[in-house]
C-alpha cells in the first residue's frame, strides 16, 4: 500500500521545528487539505469521477485503506447528484479524523516518531530524506520532491503533479514559499496544472471551500468575565484551601469554562473543564507559555532552565531527547531490578512496627525510579527530597512561603542531599559508561550537553538530571500512597487485586507484563488519580490573545489552567466523590471523553513518563498485595490530606505488613 496524499500533504504541513501542525492553518482549513487529498486519492484509484456537474462512483470496490474507505463507503451510499464542492465540504467534517488516522500511519510506518502528547518529530526523514512505504518501496521526501519539481524543467510524476496541484489549490504551498519564490515560480506552477487530468474538477472545488471558512463569532471582552462570589477581603480563600479540582469543580458548574477568582490579594483568571484541556491542547503552543514562577522553580533547582521551562523549538529538542529514556521500554529492560528493590523495600516493613505510610513508598519509588531510569539506587534522603520539593513549589510557584522559607534549616540540608544526589547520579552514570551498560536518560542528555553545551550547559545539569528522580516522588510517589489507603479500605476490591498479582508472580512473571494483565489494579490507580488529582492546575502566561467561551483572553495575563476540574464534574464521572474502578470499564469508558481525564497534566508540559509511571504504579501495588497482608493503624483511621498546589497524603498514615501465608505459593526471591 503506497503512502496517501493526505499523509504527505500533513508533512509538507508538519512544523519540524515545534512539533505540530502549526497554528496559522485553522481547523477549516485544515480539513479542507485532507479531505481534498482523500477525494483525490480516490480518483487517482479510478474509485470516483467528476465533472462539472456532479461527482459520480465508479467503483464502490473498498481499497482496504483505513484512510480512503470511509469516505468511500460515504459516496458510495450518498446522494448521487451533487457536485465537487458538496463532496469537498461533507468529507470536510471528518478532518479531524482523517488527520489523527494519517499521523499515526506515518507513526505506525517509520516515517514519525510521537511522544503521545501531540508532539511528532522527523525519524528516517530527517536522517536519509527518504522513507518507506508500506509496499516496501523507498519513497523519496515530498518536500524535497516538491521542490526540485518546482525549481527545475524536468517532468514530474503524475503523483508529484497531483499533489503540486493540491498545494497550491488549498493554499499550502503559498505558505511553503517566500513571496519573491512565489512570483517567480507562477508560470511553472501554471505548467504543472495543465498536466493535471485527475483534479481539474476537485482543484477549484478544493479552492472554494478554502476561502468560504466562516467568520469566528464575535468575543465578549475580558471584563465581562464572570467572576466567583467571595467574602470581603478573603475572597475565595477559604475555599480554596481544600481540595483545588473540587472548588473549580464547582464554579465550573456555575459559570462556565472561564471565571475569575480573588483570594486574599490574587486576582487568577481560571480556564477550567474539558473545554479548556482540549485548548491546552490543540492551541495551547500558539498562546501560552510557562509563566516566571517557573523560571524561579528552576532556579531554586539548580538550572536556568530545567525542561518545564523551556519552550516552542528547545521543548521539542529536550523532549525529543528525553523521551527515549523515560520510556516504559526502561522499566521492562530493568524489570529485575526493579522487583528487587520493590521486595527488598517490602521486606523491611516486617520487623512488627507500624510504618509510616508516605515516607516508606516514597523511598521505595525513589530507589526504583534512580536504577530504572539512572543505574543509581538511592537507599538514603528520599525525605529530604521530598521536602526540599515541596519548599521550592511552595515559595516559587505557589507563592504560599516567602522566600527566606528555602534558608530554614531543615530546607538547607534539604538541598545539600539534592546536591549529593547529582553527585552520586553522575557517579553512577560513569561506572555505566565503563562497564557498557545500556544507555539511560542520564546519559541521553549528557551526550546533548557535550554535542550542544550552549543549549544544555554544564550549570544546567544539576537542576535538569537531579529532578528526575525527585519528580517521581511527587507523582507516582503520592499516587501510590493515595491507593495504598484506599485498597485497605476496600477488601472486596483489595481481594481481587492481590488474585490478579498471585495469578502474574505466581506465574513465574519475568518481565513487567502488559496492563492488561494487572486490568483491576490500573483501574484502581487511575480512580485514585482521578480522586486525588495530583497536578489539580498550572498557571500559564498568555502570550497572543484568543477567544474561548465566548471571551476574549487578552495577551499579557496570567491564566489558570483547572484541568483537574474535568474530574469532579458529574457530566462525566456520575457521583464523581464515589471511588468506582468500574469508570474505566471499556462498557463505561468514563475517562475517554476528550479532555476530561488528565492525571498527568495536559498540553506541550505534559508528563514525559506517564508511560512508565503507570507502569510503576501498579506493578509496585500488585508487588506489595501479592508480598504481604497490611492493616491499618489504627484500624479506623481516616486520611489526612494537604492541599495547595497539589494535595499531599499526611505522615500520619501507618500501617503494619505481615508476610503473607499461602499455601502452594512459589517462594519469593
Known sequence: MTIRFAEEILLLILDEEHGDLPESYSEHLLDIVVAGAVLMDLALEGRIDTDLEKLV?????????????????????????????????????????????ALARLVENGVLEADGDGMFFSSTVSRSRRYPTRDGRQMEEVRL???RVLFSDEIPDP???????????????????TPQERSGLRERIEQIRKLDLIGRFLL????????AEPAP???????????VKGLPVLGSALGMRGDLSVFFAKQYTRLGPVFRVRALNRRLLVMAGPEAVQFLQRQGKAHLRTTNEWMHFSWEMGASRTIIAHEGPSLVRMRKTMAPGLSPQCLQARFPDFMRITRSEVSGWLDGGPVKARSALQRMIARQTGALLANFEMVEGSDDLDRFLAAVLAVAVARRRPKWWMKLPRVSR?????????DEIMAAEEGRKQSGGASNVVGDLLDLHRRDPRFLPEEDLPGVIGSLPIAALHTAG?????????ALKRPRLLKAMRAEADALFDGGATAAPPLTRLDVTNRFAMEAMRVYSITPAVMRRVTNSFAFAGHTIPAGVDVLFAYGASHHLPEHFPDPQRFDIDRYTPERAEHRTAGVYVPFSAGAHSCLGKGFSQIQIALTLATIFHEVD???????????????????????FRFVARRRKREGAAPTA
Open 57 to 101: 462512483l465508479v467503483d464502490s470496490t473498498p481499497l482496504e485503506d483505513e484512510l480512503l474507505d470511509p469516505t468511500l463507503a460515504d459516496v458510495a451510499i450518498g446522494p448521487g447528484d451533487r457536485n465537487a464542492d458538496y463532496w469537498i465540504a461533507r468529507t470536510a467534517k471528518r478532518g479531524a479524523e482523517i488527520r489523527e488516522c
Open 145 to 147: 520532491r516538491i521542490m
Open 159 to 177: 503523483r508529484d503533479v497531483v499533489l503540486i496541484c493540491l498545494s497550491d489549490a488549498s493554499g499550502v504551498l503559498s505558505r511553503l514559499l
Open 630 to 652: 497490611l492493616e491499618l493503624r489504627p484500624p479506623g483511621y481516616k486520611l489526612k490530606v494537604s492541599y495547595g498546589l497539589s494535595p499531599r497524603p499526611a505522615d500520619s
Open 204 to 211: 477549484p472545488a478544493i479552492r472554494e471551500n478554502r476561502l
Open 414 to 422: 534539604a538541598r545539600e542531599s539534592y546536591k549529593t544526589l547529582f
Open 478 to 486: 503520592f499516587t501510590v500512597v493515595f491507593a495504598l489507603y484506599e
Open 217 to 227: 463569532p464575535r468575543a465578549r471582552p475580558p471584563s465581562e468575565i464572570p467572576e
